[in-house]
């Protein structure tokens, strides 16, 4: 299957900085990204889609201002989040749709531990 | 897109067959039916999907009943390995909807 890739694949931060993950389509294009949240013992969130060279689509309760998206090319989407607090601590993992192999199906990356401290 | 129930665990014996339910009873004609599953502290991995007919592959089987109303996953033979959280989604066909996860089932394969 497609590759996807994220870097870093966990990160300890202090509270009031920020970070950046990125996530990289390996061997496809990815004219859709997606990310996602997850807090322990929990599912999935979503938190937003992105289209390469639009603007995020951020879903209901996740603020764009903290959360800042860029999907600037099609193999590689940013995900910063800005001035963190603990309890933006969780596991994001980003997810990719293109064309080519991965038309219909959505491939993962293996997810970004953050930890604020 | 149409919610789907599924059991919170299972436990299946290693070696045998592994068949996760999955209640989809609101789904509509054009919508498909996914699974991925999610082994702990890694991102989701695709297993299989269908519409209507079953499916097979080199990982599980799908078995989608005759009214879509629901469907089962099968793992042939389970190892160890396939441990793991499943997850069943309804999805329709579009390129830009997103999989949107329920709580899915904890398969324990034990030995």
């Known amino acids: 299957g497609a590759v996807v890739s994220q870097h870093p694949s966990w990160v300890i931060c202090k509270s009031g900085t920020s970070v950046k993950i990125e996530c990289r389509s390996l061997d496809f294009q990815a004219t859709t990204m997606f990310w996602y949240r997850q807090f322990p013992k929990q599912s999935l969130m979503l938190m937003a889609t992105?289209?390469?060279?639009?603007?995020?689509?951020?879903e209901q309760g996740v603020e764009k201002d903290k959360f800042l998206i860029n999907h600037a090319s099609l193999t590689l989407s940013t995900l910063t989040v800005t001035s963190a607090h603990p309890e933006d601590s969780s596991f994001y993992i980003c997810?990719?749709?293109?064309?080519?192999?991965?038309?219909?199906?959505?491939?993962f990356g293996p997810g970004t531990r953050l930890t604020v401290t | 897109d149409a919610k789907t129930t599924q059991p919170t665990s299972m436990d299946c014996a290693e070696g045998r067959a592994a068949n996760l339910p999955c209640n989809h009873s609101?789904?509509?004609?054009?919508?498909?039916v996914y699974w991925y599953r999610q082994i702990h502290s890694q991102g989701p991995q695709y297993i299989i999907h269908g519409l209507k007919n079953n499916e097979t592959n080199e990982m599980a089987s799908l078995i989608i009943t005759e009214d879509r109303k629901s469907s089962t996953l099968i793992l042939p033979h389970a190892t160890l390995r396939d441990t793991a959280v499943y997850y069943c989604i309804v999805r329709g066909s579009s390129g830009n909807t997103p999989l949107v996860f329920g709580k899915g089932t904890r398969l324990s394969v034990i030995a």
């Open positions: 992105s289209n390469e060279g639009s603007k995020a689509t951020y």
């Open positions: 997810s990719a749709r293109g064309v080519g192999r991965a038309t219909y199906e959505q491939y």
């Open positions: 609101t789904i509509s004609g054009n919508e498909y």
